[in-house]
């Protein structure tokens, strides 16, 4: 078919297309509403575990079925130890004391007439893809590696409070206290207070949701999510730690002799192939586009590789810019499956140099006992049907 015909060709289509799309049947759609809600036909949900408590539990975020880096609020993942409480942002307070010159209590509206910035930032759970040091394997993204999310937050640096009650000599930590009913209490160093960190109470353009902290968290870039410690009531400055029950009975690494690392806060280098991931199929042989995530604490990320051969060989990935410090990446290879076994994942390095390890390298260095920081390379294996499964399951 000549070039001239294949454009008549064409045009006939788009005309016979055109006046077949006038002649359908129209009907007014939906009024407008005062909160807009997404498509009936998207239907991506985070699944949820109960631990002890119907209080107590989690929900992964579908990262699988993202586009882009910025995770919808209403799809962060969730880590609760006492439920959700609802607090009135007009009656909240947070208290600064302790090792300072001038203690404050402060409102909601005084701190938000404070000067602001907004940043986006990854927020990860320490126990994130803790099914893998078992060698098994999380059957897709989310039951794997569904405890981590990426949002625009809106807050006041930390740094500008504590400049104003002026630490004194020997201030070293914060000891920062939730208004849940654990009063959940974690210990941090006040290098961070003095680096990144922000009293948080805006999310993707928005209050925060409660499920994040409603109305004002602590968010210290990079941490592990525990550490950010959710409505935030008090700051109690000290000179050393507190040693509190989620430093110590939890969120600490148990090494194999016996001791246990304890405030590794700084969550390391990690990525995710998304797609093809657990749970897809590939309809049939042909080009695809392999998709993922990629994060550090450490700052900003470098370079995320491909393998397609279970990691013998690798390949470079492009990163979609803007790649921000401490915040989701999104890499993309363009690639064309032969219909063939495959066996794929993905490797990140930080602007440190730092290289997400295999599963190997973690446990040899770390022992199997720590439900906490895994951040191992994740392989999925497509068969020759194209269905796609955890390659360590």
Known sequence: ???????????????????????????????????????KFVRPVRTTRVTKTPEAGSSSTPLADMLGTITPSALHYERHHAGVPDIDPAAHRLTI?????????????????????????????????????????????????????????????????????GLQ??????????????????????????????????????????????PLRLLTPGWEG?????????????????????????????????????????MEAKSIVTFPSGGHTLSSPGLYEVSGLAWSGK?????????????????????????????????RLPWKWDGGPVVIASRATDESGYVQPTRQELVAARGVNSGYHYNGIKFWRIAAGGVVTSADA
């Not at 002649?23 to 809600?37: A, F, H, M, N, V």
């Not at 849940?180 to 207070?193: E, K, L």
């Not at 680096?195 to 902290?213: C, K, S």
Request: proline content about 6%; hydrophobic content about 35%; aromatic content about 8%.
């Open 1 to 39: 078919m000549t070039k001239t015909n294949r454009r008549k060709l064409l045009g006939s289509a788009l005309a016979s297309g055109f006046l077949a799309q006038a002649q359908e049947p129209r009907s007014l759609g939906r009024p407008l509403s005062g909160y807009g809600e997404r498509s």
């Open 299 to 331: 700052g900003r990320i470098a370079r995320v590789e491909l393998t397609f051969d279970g990691g013998r060989t690798w390949t470079n990935a492009s990163l979609q810019e803007p790649r921000l410090p401490k915040a989701f990446t999104r890499f």
């Open 226 to 266: 525990n550490v950010q410690v959710k409505w935030l009531r008090r700051l109690h400055v000290t000179a050393e730690p507190y040693m509190t029950r989620d430093e110590t009975s939890k969120y600490s690494d148990l090494m194999p002799d016996g001791k246990a690392r304890v405030f590794s806060l700084e």
């Open 97 to 165: 004391y302790g090792l300072v010159q001038r203690p404050l209590v402060l409102t909601m509206e005084e701190i938000r007439r404070l000067p602001s910035v907004s940043r986006v930032h990854f927020l990860e759970c320490g126990g994130n893809s803790g099914v893998e040091w078992s060698g098994t394997g999380g059957p897709d993204v989310q039951r794997s590696y569904g405890l981590a999310s990426c949002s625009e937050w809106t807050g006041v640096p930390l740094r500008l409070l504590l400049d104003e009650v």
């Open 169 to 214: 000599p020997g201030a070293a930590w914060l000891i920062a206290e939730g208004a849940d009913a654990c009063r959940m209490q974690r210990s941090v160093p006040i290098t961070a207070a003095l680096d990144d960190a922000m009293l948080a109470y805006g999310q993707n353009g928005e209050p925060l949701r409660p499920e994040q902290g409603f």
